[in-house]
T-cell receptor, first 112, second 116 residues
Framework: DAGVTQSPTHLIKTRGQHVTLRCSPI?????VSWYQQVLGQGPQFIFQ???????GRGNFPDRFSARQFPNYSSELNVNALLLGDSALYLC???????????FGPGTRLTVT | GNSVTQMEGPVTLSEEAFLTINCTYT??????LFWYVQYPGEGLQLLLK?????DKGSNKGFEATYRKETTSFHLEKGSVQVSDSAVYFC???????????????FGTGTRLKVLA
């Protein structure tokens, strides 16, 4: 079975632009979580979605938003990009809202 | 709130040396504990986990024991290889119900460099 997949792999954007990152969970998994990993630090929780509903949100500004689709894939949107948004964005899926999370390879976003 | 503290790196060892990476946590309740490994340019791979006190997680020669009395989950390996060079993250799970948020809290990571 395929693992968690994310697209694109790399992305370069300019300050002020908008970006959309995509994630496909493991087949049968109904929950998707998003994490931001700034260089040299551990991942920080951004959002969790379960059965297409937002279950939790980390300490991130409203410029960050996400949604989950009927097929359980998910998008993370970031508006008005700042240099500080440059990071590796990780998606993780799990069968239910709770339970072990499986991480994708990430999308590396560079904001110039 | 809940938190994870890891020893600062980088840790540099010779091949076949013994490895210990310290991890302590602060948590309410009884979280599950994890060690993840991240190779350069890649995402996170689960190395091992423990779900309750005194559990020992093990994988690929790595071990860690969930110590509730010392709130620790130290990673050990008896003989490291050059291929073990990576960044290691300790993490705990926060929240455990299907109706609420369930997320991981990560430490800052410890870089391990093994020299041949």
């Amino acid at each position: 079975d395929a693992g968690v997949t994310q697209s694109p792999t790399h992305l370069i954007k300019t300050r002020g632009q908008h970006v959309t990152l995509r994630c496909s969970p493991i087949s049968g998994h109904k929950s998707v979580s998003w994490y931001q990993q700034v260089l040299g630090q551990g991942p920080q929780f951004i959002f969790q979605y379960y059965e297409k509903e937002e279950r939790g949100r980390g300490n991130f500004p409203d410029r960050f938003s996400a949604r989950q689709f009927p097929n359980y894939s998910s998008e993370l949107n970031v508006n008005a990009l700042l240099l500080g948004d440059s990071a590796l964005y990780l998606c993780a899926s799990s069968q239910q809202g709770a339970g072990e999370q499986y991480f994708g390879p990430g999308t590396r976003l560079t904001v110039t | 709130g809940n938190s994870v503290t890891q020893m600062e790196g980088p840790v540099t060892l010779s091949e076949e040396a013994f490895l210990t990476i310290n991890c302590t946590y602060t948590a309410t309740g009884y979280p599950s504990l994890f060690w993840y490994v991240q190779y350069p340019g890649e995402g996170l791979q689960l190395l091992l986990k423990a779900t309750k006190a005194d559990d020992k997680g093990s994988n690929k020669g790595f071990e860690a024991t969930y110590r509730k009395e010392t709130t620790s989950f130290h990673l050990e390996k008896g003989s490291v290889q050059v291929s073990d060079s990576a960044v290691y993250f300790c993490a705990l799970s926060e929240g455990a119900t299907t109706s609420g948020t369930y997320k991981y809290i990560f430490g800052t990571g410890t870089r391990l460099k093994v020299l041949a």
